[in-house]
């Protein structure tokens, strides 16, 4: 709310089911964009796809250019990928995923100047927090950690220093008695 200026918001139809980085420079230059973020790199078309080039060549080709765009535009810009199923991470830990997990490109990771990991989990008291940790910094230390009780409804973060998330071992002994059948719930043959 204290923020000036104007927010836009873009869809792949308004670059004709289309969105390669030049049609992104052209539209950073007709509304003088002083950031650019994109949900998604899988909604870009690379410009420079070849037959036969995979999909991590194409993601890799499409994070060089946006490097390159940012660079020659001046401006940050910021790509949400997801993380692959090596990201996933127990339910009851604060890690987040590695750099290797960015789905379908190393090259994706290798061209940012700086990677964030993202992850949502509850509190054992059921609310829900939002972990952020450095993975890359071009020009800095990684690892720093960031941790916030989010409030989804409202849009709000507050910083806290710890979660408890419960005991490892109490899950995972909860999980063992359930899934080991005994003569009480053995399934009728």
Do not use: C, H
């Not at 339910?91 to 290798?110: F, M, V």
């Not at 450095?134 to 409804?153: E, L, P």
């Amino acid at each position: 709310e204290k923020l000036t200026g104007k927010l836009y918001v873009t869809k792949p139809k308004d670059f004709q089911r289309k969105v390669t980085v030049s049609k992104l420079r052209n539209w950073i230059r007709e509304r003088n964009l002083d950031l650019l973020v994109i949900d998604g790199i899988k909604y870009l078309t690379d410009e420079r796809y070849k037959r036969g080039d995979s999909v991590t060549i194409s993601l890799t080709n499409i994070s060089e250019d946006l490097m390159d765009l940012s660079s020659e535009m001046r401006i940050p810009i910021i790509v949400v990928v997801q993380a692959n199923r090596g990201g996933v991470v127990e339910k009851n830990s604060l890690d987040t995923p590695e750099l290797e997990n960015i789905r379908d490109s190393d090259g994706i990771a290798q061209n940012a100047s700086v990677v964030f990991a993202i992850r949502q989990l509850k509190d054992t008291a059921g609310d829900t927090f939002a972990i952020l940790e450095n993975k890359k910094m071009r020009n800095g230390a990684v690892g720093k950690s960031y941790r916030y009780k989010w409030d989804i409804n409202r849009g709000k973060f507050e910083a806290v220093e710890d979660i408890d998330v419960g005991r490892q071992e109490e899950e995972e002994e909860y999980t063992r008695e359930r899934k080991e059948p005994t003569a009480e719930n053995k399934p009728i043959s």
